[in-house]
């Protein structure tokens, strides 16, 4: 899952208007901006394996910090707790905690059965969805098209930055997308990481997008 994450936060916009979609973006992201850092760090690991499914050629063994059940509530957790600290915003907070965790649902639905109960637990998770590209198609590209109908409907652009901005972000994300679905395997697996810190520079972008959108306040007429 790749932009199916995004999804979430896009679609979160419309729930948390005062929540700035970088923000939205970090905490739907956060497992996969840490994960590249635990690679470096020798402190997970993941192989290359082509076939292992047939939308990515990556076998995730040992992922348990970010990817597991018990990782996945607790990034929760921190992330609403120190949102918290920062907004005093309970409603918001709890939002924050929930694209946190939506990340490790989303995970599983795709997966195979690679997503861990807690660090030193066998159990392992996945529904495999993964093994039908068509089926993982439909379902992430289905729920990025509604994310960005949910941002672009309800936010307006104060100035061409506002619409060129959030069109570019779409259109680079969706290529992303299909180029690692359809292009070859990674030439080794100490490349990850670092491709994968790249991500990080979504999350300023998304900040800068915000700043030159307004959220359409909506009126209810009785």
């Not at 979160?12 to 690679?39: C, H, R, Y």
């Not at 470096?40 to 992922?63: C, M, Q, R, W």
């Not at 790249?198 to 700043?211: G, M, Q, S, V």
Request: net charge neutral.
């Amino acid at each position: 899952m790749f932009i199916g994450h995004y999804a979430v936060a896009l679609s979160a916009k419309k729930a948390a208007p005062n929540i700035s979609l970088g923000t939205l973006f970090l905490a739907a992201q956060l497992v996969d901006l840490i994960w590249p850092i635990m690679l470096l760090l020798g402190i997970e690991h993941v192989k290359i394996s082509p076939g292992n499914t047939a939308v990515t050629p990556l076998d995730f063994y040992d992922y348990p910090i970010t990817h597991s059940l018990f990782g996945a509530i607790g990034w929760s957790v921190l992330m609403l707790l120190f949102y918290f600290y920062i907004r005093r915003d309970i409603k918001d907070s709890l939002i924050i905690g929930f694209c946190v965790f939506s990340h490790w649902i989303l995970d599983l639905i795709t997966h195979r059965p690679d997503l861990p109960l807690a660090p030193g637990n066998d159990k392992m998770f996945g529904m495999g969805l993964w093994n039908s590209l068509s089926g993982t198609l439909v379902l992430e590209v289905g729920l990025f098209a509604l994310g960005v109908y949910l941002y672009f409907s309800t936010t307006s652009t104060k100035d061409k930055s506002g619409t060129y901005g959030f069109w570019s972000l779409v259109i680079l994300l969706l290529l992303i997308y299909f180029a690692n679905i359809f292009g070859s395997a990674p030439p080794d697996v100490s490349v990850l990481p670092y491709v994968g810190l790249l991500t990080w520079l979504f999350i300023p972008w998304a900040y800068w997008i915000d700043r030159h959108r307004n959220f359409k306040i909506q009126i209810i007429v009785h």
